[in-house]
T-cell receptor, first 115, second 114 residues
Framework: NAGVTQTPKFQVLKTGQSMTLQCAQDMNHEYMSWYRQDPGMGLRLIHYSVGAGITDQGEVPNGYNVSRSTTEDFPLRLLSAAPSQTSVYFC??????????????FGEGSRLTVL | AQSVAQPEDQVNVAEGNPLTVKCTYSVSGNPYLFWYVQYPNRGLQFLLKYITGDNLVKGSYGFEAEFNKSQTSFHLKKPSALVSDSALYFCAVRPSGSARQLTFGSGTQLTVLP
């Protein structure tokens, strides 16, 4: 089972550059989300989607864009990278039905450094 | 707004001893509560959840958690710790019957000493 696949695993950017973090899941999950993990701060939600064509902002959306053209894919775009965006990024997916919502399946993470 | 507090950044326990990782929450209405575990350089893995019913919830790898509504707590427990349980543990909450997303605590590093 592939589960949730994130690419790349590591990336170094210069301030002002743009890039896209890719996320794909093969479990037919309706719900997908992006989190960033910073030391001592836990995970903070950036953007999420409850289905193809539907996205919404989370807790820390500034500087990031998302789209959901298919059920499987949920890319995260950094428009103009800043050092404050240095972090580990996790994509997660789940069923959206009430009893299963919250049982997130996470990717392995993408470690981003912005110089 | 919903929130989760994990008051201990670090918990150390000897192998074979019982372990407890603490979590308190704040949410409007009834909570859905979750525990996740993260091993080094890996994504988080779902351990267990409380939705409704029995206050003692059993999950993966011998872990269990006790929901206490009056103390707004959801502490993670295991009767006998293993060295392999050493990892970062996250508590998370969201309100039931709502589309609001999960809010995670800051995490507790559990170290089980041989």
């Amino acid at each position: 089972n592939a589960g949730v696949t994130q690419t790349p695993k590591f990336q170094v950017l210069k301030t002002g550059q743009s890039m896209t973090l890719q996320c794909a899941q093969d479990m037919n999950h309706e719900y997908m989300s992006w989190y960033r993990q910073d030391p001592g701060m836990g995970l903070r939600l950036i953007h999420y989607s409850v289905g193809a064509g539907i996205t919404d902002q989370g807790e820390v959306p500034n500087g990031y864009n998302v789209s959901r053209s298919t059920t499987e894919d949920f890319p995260l775009r950094l428009l103009s990278a800043a050092p404050s965006q240095t972090s580990v990024y996790f994509c997660a997916s789940s069923y959206s039905t009430s009893g299963r919502a919250g049982e997130l399946f996470f990717g392995e993470g993408s470690r981003l450094t912005v110089l | 707004a919903q929130s989760v507090a994990q008051p201990e950044d670090q918990v150390n326990v000897a192998e074979g001893n019982p372990l407890t990782v603490k979590c308190t929450y704040s949410v409007s209405g009834n909570p859905y509560l979750f525990w996740y575990v993260q091993y080094p350089n890996r994504g988080l893995q779902f351990l267990l959840k409380y939705i409704t019913g029995d206050n003692l919830v059993k999950g993966s790898y011998g872990f269990e958690a006790e929901f206490n509504k009056s103390q707004t707590s959801f502490h993670l427990k295991k009767p006998s710790a293993l060295v392999s349980d050493s990892a970062l543990y996250f508590c998370a909450v969201r309100p039931s019957g709502s589309a609001r997303q999960l809010t995670f605590g800051s995490g507790t590093q559990l170290t089980v000493l041989p």
